[in-house]
Nanobody
């Protein structure tokens, strides 16, 4: 069994900061790419940022320069530091991880954490 738990959301004023965490636990060989996605009401889920096990990162244009994704491989945990938050960043944020099992691999999702940015 593999569990992916994301946390750290909350209510913040525009211009503020939040830090999300995503921890993978259970029985697996290793964790490959990890990432954050978000879904606002009435909209499709969209990519926010991803990071490979080697540390290569990718960001949506809308968050470049404001958000930073990082990870601690020893803890199988990824982080999303969100600065200069805007009301349009309001969404449920979901963590994703590609977990290498023995054998095979599988994508897992966290339960989601709400981020609300007030103007």
């Amino acid at each position: 069994q593999v569990q992916l738990v994301d946390s750290g959301g909350g209510l913040v004023q525009a211009g503020g900061s939040l830090r999300l965490s995503c921890a993978a636990s259970g029985s697996f060989f290793s964790v490959g790419s990890m990432g954050w996605y978000r879904q606002a009401p009435g909209k499709q889920r969209e990519l926010v940022a991803t990071i490979t096990s080697g540390g290569s990162t990718n960001y949506a244009d809308s968050v470049k320069g404001r958000f930073t994704i990082s990870r601690d491989n020893a803890k199988n945990t990824a982080y999303l530091q969100m600065n200069s938050l805007k009301p349009e960043d309001t969404a449920v944020y979901y963590c994703n991880a590609r977990v290498i099992l023995a054998p095979g691999l599988r994508d897992y999702w966290g339960q989601g954490t709400q981020v609300t940015v007030s103007s």
